[in-house]
Every structure is written in structure tokens, then in C-alpha cells.
């Protein structure tokens, strides 16, 4: 039995409709990472929290879109938002609900822009 990651299965649905999704940002990655190593635009996935009940994985997931502008990343974020709500979930995600956002929040360390949304997910445990 393999556990299932909600965030590889996120970020792969998020890839499939044509954005630049990753897991870590590039500012994550270590000493020296700056907003010039950054794409112009991408999407990053990461859990924040969550639990288990009745064997059902149930995490909260934040979604930040960043862009070269506040304006293109908001704009982004209404993409996104509209996207993970409308369209079917990808394969062991059962739902995806919006939980909060989008909302400005601009990363400090690179000062990109950068909005968020959090999302409570309900997908399977294990593959």
C-alpha cells in the first residue's frame, strides 16, 4: 500500500490545464533562490493541515498563484479559483471546496506578489 499525495495529484490536475504548478517555490528551495530564478507565472500547492475520518484523507491545501504584478497575480488566482471549483476533481480526489480566498499575500522574502487560496479537500489515503 502507497500513500496518496493530494499535492503531486493537485499539482498534476493543475499542470493538465496548461499552468506552471509546482510544490515548493522557488524562494523554498534554498540559500540563494531569488525572484529572478522565478517563472514569470506559477502556481504552487502545499498542505497546511488536515486530518483523518472514517479513512477519508481530508487536508487543507493552500494554493498561491504568483505573478510579475499584483494585478496578473489576483487575476490568476480568479483563474485558478473558477478552475478547482468547476471542473471535475483528478483521479483519488473525491471534492475540493473553498475554504478561503483568494487574498493578497505577497511573499516577503522575494516581495513577488503572490495571492492565496486555501482549499479543504476530501481524497482517498492510500493508492
Known amino acids: 500500500m502507497q500513500p496518496f499525495s ?4 493537485l499539482v498534476s490536475w493543475l499542470a493538465s ?10 524562494s ?9 530564478d522565478m517563472p514569470d507565472e506559477f502556481v504552487t500547492v502545499e ?15 493552500a494554493v498561491q ?11 490568476l488566482a480568479n ?6 471549483l468547476t471542473e471535475r476533481p483528478p483521479a483519488g480526489v473525491h471534492s475540493v471546496r473553498l475554504n478561503a480566498g483568494p487574498y493578497k499575500f505577497n511573499d516577503e522574502a522575494t516581495r513577488r506578489p ?8 476530501a ?3 492510500v493508492n
Do not use: F, K, N
Request: glycine letters at 10%; charged letters at 25%; proline letters at 3%.
Open 6 to 9: 493530494v499535492t503531486e495529484a
Open 17 to 26: 490545464m496548461g499552468y506552471e504548478a509546482i510544490m515548493d517555490a522557488p
Open 28 to 36: 523554498d528551495a534554498g540559500e540563494g533562490a531569488a525572484a529572478s
Open 47 to 61: 498542505r497546511t493541515g488536515g486530518g483523518v475520518r472514517d479513512m477519508i484523507d481530508r487536508p487543507l491545501v
Open 65 to 75: 498563484c504568483w505573478a510579475l504584478t499584483g494585478e496578473r497575480a489576483e487575476a
Open 79 to 84: 483563474e485558478v479559483r473558477l478552475r478547482v
Open 114 to 121: 503572490r495571492w492565496q487560496m486555501a482549499l479543504d479537500v
Open 123 to 125: 481524497c482517498q489515503l
